[in-house]
T-cell receptor, first 115, second 113 residues
Framework: DTGVSQNPRHKITKRGQNVTFRCDPISEHNRLYWYRQTLGQGPEFLTYFQNEAQLEKSRLLSDRFSAERPKGSFSTLEIQRTEQGDSAMYLC?????????????FGPGTRLTVL | DAKTTQPPSMDCAEGRAANLPCNHSTISGNEYVYWYRQIHSQGPQYIIHGLKNNETNEMASLIITEDRKSSTLILPHATLRDTAVYYCIVRDGNGGSQGNLIFGKGTKLSVKP
């Protein structure tokens, strides 16, 4: 399968714990995005990378959140000191900048439940 | 904030055409209309996009009004597998400064047998 993959698919944690999610984009894609989706809402943009550089962060990305893409390939999203309000689906998408379309391909998401 | 307005839900009979409307009255000249859909428990999936001409691909057709203030996504023969939330998104077609997608709440399409 050459699509975007995310791990784990589900994560249950207790409030105050740290969690880390991984995203593996489509291999030739140079842009990688993180979104968050809560129940009944559309996905909300969190941050994106072009190669290894993090170029934009949403105001939704509090200082408890950090994202990395160390070699311009896979990316990790870490949430420190989780809160119940962090419970959501975290979606990763990738695209190739250089085409006019810049279509984003989404992974299946990681569903986080904070107890 | 999303630049589009969509009805929250629609029903369609299996085998019939599903016509999903979207209003984007503040669209600017260099902005494209994109449609994505999200089937339950999956990530969003690209369907189609257009600037001002009508577009068709293997999944759907996109009809954009002459003034570009609204559009309609047409699924010509809806199947049960087309049941999903459909998002209409307006953004710079070259990816803009960020290229991130701004989703609204979309239209939940229910295809019924």
């Amino acid at each position: 399968d050459t699509g975007v993959s995310q791990n784990p698919r589900h994560k249950i944690t207790k409030r105050g714990q740290n969690v880390t999610f991984r995203c593996d984009p489509i291999s030739e894609h140079n842009r990688l995005y993180w979104y968050r989706q809560t129940l009944g809402q559309g996905p909300e943009f969190l941050t994106y990378f072009q190669n290894e550089a993090q170029l934009e962060k949403s105001r939704l990305l509090s200082d408890r959140f950090s994202a990395e893409r160390p070699k311009g390939s896979f990316s990790t999203l870490e949430i420190q000191r989780t809160e119940q309000g962090d419970s959501a689906m975290y979606l990763c998408a990738s695209s190739f900048l250089g085409t006019r379309l810049n279509e984003q391909f989404f992974g299946p998401g990681t569903r986080l439940t904070v107890l | 904030d999303a630049k589009t307005t969509q009805p929250p839900s629609m029903d369609c009979a299996e085998g019939r055409a599903a016509n999903l409307p979207c209003n984007h009255s503040t669209i600017s000249g260099n902005e494209y209309v994109y449609w994505y859909r999200q089937i339950h428990s999956q990530g969003p999936q690209y369907i189609i996009h257009g600037l001002k001409n009508n577009e068709t691909n293997e999944m759907a057709s996109l009809i954009i009004t002459e003034d570009r203030k609204s559009s309609t996504l047409i699924l010509p023969h809806a199947t049960l597998r087309d049941t999903a939330v459909y998002y209409c998104i307006v953004r710079d077609g070259n990816g803009g400064s960020q290229g991130n997608l701004i989703f609204g709440k979309g239209t939940k399409l229910s295809v019924k047998p």
